[in-house]
């Protein structure tokens, strides 16, 4: 049967109610995705932030809210945390009476390898959690940001473990292919080491080329390369924080590679290499205009 | 006398005729944006590149092209020099038996210690060189990237020197003001120094960071932030080359800090001091975000 014509996406999963676990610009814009996409199962909002919850609820995010957590649960197939990443203990704590056979849970963290440890550690059925990272987001915060598209279109990762269990495997899937974003596959362990080269070291980056200019100045002649190549600078600070630190050992040893790429650059300045420099730049210009060119994954 | 209302800017300075010494995207945007500004003096364009000397005579930014320098300077009161850096001695030898009392050089190089020694070097006359880095560019490259107003609304450093000639840093000052550029004037040293922290550095940075992603990989997770903190490395490599090595000192002592402030982020995470690290990341941002937000100088 082809989708409603109103409805590009569709909702791929039935669940007679759904917990979001955090209410913030990602745990809303999932609320308002599952309604755009047709999914009719109600949804429950619960945070520890009472006004961003019922903001939540007065943009049409969530159905209702609840402050009882395990009342909530009990009646979801599926709940989905959507907190900081320095919250998942506390909650994965909090879940753990609540846990029942029909109940998958899964998340929105930057980082996987230390959620996976905390399901672990908290849960008594950590099997039927399933690691999520939806690539989507936005320099704004909050619930009032939310965009039922936010995620429609982007990357998702998911990172089931050897033992997860098949049906909670399946349900997270459904989730993220109704709000229209293409899945895929890896070890927490890989999702880390790769976002720890590709995203949290140019955070990491452009935060230390502040802490330069902001030591030895260069504010007379910064423009616009200066400024896009900062711009993940002005990210929010303790957001930031709290993924670095989730993948410290990861980040660690991508700094260090970044150091010595840089310090073979310095290298080859100081013995007046030309031929290697230029050939050095080449290289990095034909590696970013390739991937800048790649075809395009389909939908 | 105002300016006729479909000149908003105003040719500021009287010149017979003007060589420009290179045609390529900033050649020609000056030849085009004076014209848009009423300047009346004849533009003759001498290049190493017949072809692209050529487009710059289709395309309008110079009245004539001429093969002999020597003859066509004879005749200026002005010329500009935009070739790439490794060209500027060679061209300073060839300016030198041209040079007359009525004529003004300048140039448009990115690193400005290293022209101001080749001019002393090369000229009788180092006093009527002002070196200038009019602060404009394009991702494109050639005269027919050109266009009238690249200039206009953006910063020019001019870099005089205690016993530059006053009427050609007067001329010089002119030209730039007829593009309707913002001045700035700093020594050599100091611009160079400026530019290794916000514009070199950037550079280094963004290119190592995809020396890394090529060493290590990371690209199934790699999305726009990547995207944007990498810019910089799709950067013409020669000219990004000559650049480098232009200012090779500043840039090795930026480097060098560069690498200290990784060092340090490295550390605080290896020894998870995360009260530090929120710190350094609100500092980051509350430093950018000044910046981003600073009130812009007025015309």
Redesign the interface.
């Known amino acids: 049967m082809l989708p409603p014509m109103n409805h590009p996406r569709q909702c791929q999963f039935a669940a007679t109610q759904i917990t979001l676990i955090g209410t913030g610009l990602l745990g809303a814009s999932v609320g308002l995705g599952l309604k755009a996409a047709g999914c009719t199962g109600r949804i429950v909002g619960v945070g520890r932030r009472r006004a961003s919850v019922e903001r939540a609820l007065q943009c049409g995010a969530v159905d209702a809210v609840s402050e009882d957590l395990a009342a909530s649960l009990a009646d979801s197939s599926l709940a989905l945390i959507a907190v900081p990443l320095s919250g998942f203990a506390a909650v994965f704590e909090q879940i753990r009476p609540a846990e029942h056979e029909g109940l998958t849970i899964t998340d929105v963290g930057s980082a996987k390898q230390c959620v996976a440890d905390h399901a672990r550690k908290h849960l008594a059925a950590p099997q039927r959690f399933v690691g999520s990272?939806p690539?989507a987001g936005s320099e704004q915060q909050g619930p009032d940001a939310a965009q039922a598209d936010l995620f429609a279109g982007k990357?998702c990762?998911i990172c089931p473990e050897p033992d997860s269990d098949p049906h909670a495997v399946s349900q997270v899937k459904k989730l993220w292919q109704s709000l229209d974003m293409h899945l895929?596959e890896?070890s927490s362990a890989e999702?880390d080491?790769?976002?720890?080269?590709?995203?949290h070291?140019?955070?990491?980056?452009?935060?230390?080329?502040?802490?330069?200019?902001?030591?030895?100045?260069?504010?007379?002649?910064?423009?616009t390369?200066?400024?896009?190549?900062?711009?993940?600078?002005?990210?929010n600070?303790?957001m930031?924080?709290d993924i670095?630190?989730a993948n410290?050992e990861h980040?660690?040893e991508?700094?260090?590679?970044?150091?010595q790429?840089?310090?073979a650059?310095?290298d080859i300045?100081?013995r007046?290499d030309?031929e290697a420099?230029?050939q050095?730049?080449?290289?990095?210009?034909t590696?970013?205009?390739n991937?800048?060119s790649r075809p395009k994954e389909s939908p």
């Open positions: 990272h690539m990357p990762i895929m890896m999702h080491r790769q976002t720890a080269l590709t995203s070291l140019p955070h990491a980056a452009a935060a230390m080329l502040m802490q330069v200019a902001d030591q030895h100045g260069g504010w007379d002649v910064a423009s390369g200066f400024r896009d190549t900062t711009r993940l600078a002005s990210s600070p303790p930031r924080s670095m630190f410290r980040l660690v991508a700094i260090s590679s970044y150091r790429q840089l310090e650059l310095s300045l100081q007046n030309e420099l230029r050095l730049l080449t290289k990095s210009k590696v970013r205009d991937w800048i």
